[in-house]
């Protein structure tokens, strides 16, 4: 196809298309499946179906090369992703324009984050948020999952970001809980180990369990890690407080680790070599949690909401 219908272009540019049309058939280019897509929309894949068919309907052209196990953009659909992702932008910011007009927010949020996520999710979900909303005030503090679960249980805490929190104590404390994303574990070694230079991701059945140094307990990426590895408390040679202590002894050869893919990706050393787990691939559960009974402050919504808005971009960077 060497050109575009006039037809798809005079939509484009009279804006004829729904907007949640335009979110679907982004998440389908992104996902590359119906079903992955669907699943991540929240409707049913023959509802997302009929969505694009009517959007392709509407334009006048195929946007997408249907195989039986993923999809490929046509012409059509590589043009009007670009345009789509830009009128959703638009779209985002003209709410959010309305919504902060319409209120002024001030109060404080109190944030608490685990230390393995505090220093690299944190920052990212609030940048900016001080230049749009400059009366409110935020306290972050850094503690372990079942602290944080705990104080914002008795109202200590206004907002918690946690990983693999137990269905328990969601249920006890009665908190609202919602994924944020998934993020690989990944065994971080010595650059000198033999399993440093292994192609390819490492057997669960060949991590050198007898050289694992743990976090402290308490530490959810302990356990995380004594499950992983299948580890006693009572077999760990080393263990440290802090995963930049952890990281540190790593460089100097002094054992291996589990850590987070965000870890691994905001400390780069020659010294260490980070690689794939299979067989199988373990991760962690990033959520966000907050009191299912209490009316939500302005200032509480606001930090949702502008979290909410950055998501997109940190997805793309996970």
Same mark, same amino acid.
């Given at each position: 196809?060497?050109?575009?219908?006039?037809? /798809?272009?005079?939509?484009?540019?009279?804006?004829?298309?729904?907007?949640?049309?335009?979110?679907?058939?982004?998440?389908?280019?992104?996902?590359?499946?119906?079903? *992955?897509?669907?699943?991540?929309?929240?409707?049913?894949?023959?509802?997302? /179906?009929?969505?694009?068919?009517?959007?392709?309907?509407?334009?006048?052209?195929?946007?997408? @090369?249907?195989?039986?196990? *993923?999809?490929?953009?046509?012409?059509?659909?590589?043009?009007?992703? !670009?345009?789509?992702?830009?009128?959703?932008?638009?779209?985002?910011? #003209?709410?959010?324009?309305?919504? *902060?007009?319409?209120?002024?927010?001030?109060?404080?949020?109190?944030?608490?984050?685990?230390? !393995?996520?505090?220093?690299?999710? &944190?920052?990212?979900?609030?940048?900016?948020? #001080?230049? +749009?909303?400059?009366? &409110?005030?935020?306290?972050?503090?850094?503690?372990?999952?079942?602290?944080?679960?705990?104080?914002?249980?008795?109202?200590?805490?206004?907002?918690?970001?946690?990983?693999?929190?137990? !269905?328990?104590? *969601?249920?006890?404390?009665?908190?609202?809980?919602?994924?944020?994303?998934?993020?690989? $574990?990944?065994?971080?070694?010595?650059?000198?180990? =033999?399993?440093?230079?292994?192609?390819?991701?490492?057997?669960?059945?060949?991590?050198?369990?007898?050289?694992?140094?743990?976090? !402290? %307990?308490? +530490?959810?990426?302990?356990?995380?890690?004594?499950?992983?590895?299948?580890?006693?408390?009572?077999?760990?040679?080393? =263990?440290?407080?802090?995963?930049?202590?952890? $990281?540190?002894?790593? %460089?100097?050869?002094?054992?291996?680790?589990?850590?987070?893919?965000?870890?691994?990706?905001? +400390?780069?050393?020659?010294? @260490?070599?980070?690689?794939?787990?299979?067989?199988? =691939?373990?991760?962690?559960?990033?959520?966000?949690?907050?009191?299912?009974?209490?009316?939500?402050?302005?200032?509480?919504?606001?930090?949702?909401?502008?979290?909410?808005?950055?998501?997109? /971009?940190?997805?793309?960077?996970?």
């Amino acid at each position: 196809m060497i050109g575009y219908s006039y037809r /798809s272009i005079a939509l484009l540019s009279c804006y004829l298309m729904e907007l949640r049309q335009l979110r679907y058939f982004c998440t389908v280019a992104e996902k590359g499946n119906f079903t *992955r897509a669907a699943k991540a929309c929240n409707v049913s894949q023959p509802s997302l /179906s009929q969505q694009i068919i009517g959007l392709e309907n509407e334009l006048g052209e195929p946007l997408f @090369i249907r195989h039986p196990r *993923r999809i490929e953009l046509t012409e059509a659909g590589e043009m009007l992703l !670009t345009h789509a992702r830009n009128m959703l932008r638009e779209a985002e910011a #003209a709410e959010l324009a309305f919504r *902060r007009r319409t209120t002024n927010v001030e109060g404080t949020v109190k944030i608490g984050a685990i230390p !393995t996520i505090a220093p690299y999710l &944190v920052p990212s979900l609030l940048s900016g948020f #001080a230049e +749009h909303f400059p009366s &409110v005030r935020i306290i972050i503090r850094e503690d372990t999952t079942s602290a944080q679960v705990e104080l914002l249980g008795k109202s200590e805490l206004d907002l918690a970001i946690v990983s693999d929190i137990t !269905t328990a104590d *969601r249920k006890r404390w009665s908190l609202h809980f919602r994924e944020i994303f998934r993020e690989r $574990l990944l065994l971080a070694l010595p650059s000198s180990h =033999e399993l440093a230079t292994r192609s390819g991701a490492i057997p669960l059945a060949e991590l050198p369990r007898d050289e694992i140094i743990l976090l !402290t %307990e308490g +530490h959810c990426l302990s356990e995380q890690t004594m499950k992983v590895c299948r580890l006693e408390r009572s077999n760990e040679k080393l =263990e440290c407080g802090q995963i930049e202590t952890l $990281l540190a002894m790593i %460089e100097e050869g002094m054992g291996v680790g589990i850590v987070p893919e965000m870890t691994a990706r905001n +400390h780069p050393s020659p010294r @260490i070599t980070y690689q794939a787990i299979c067989d199988p =691939e373990p991760a962690r559960v990033i959520a966000l949690l907050r009191r299912k009974s209490e009316n939500l402050s302005t200032a509480v919504r606001a930090v949702l909401n502008y979290s909410r808005e950055q998501m997109p /971009s940190i997805h793309r960077a996970i």
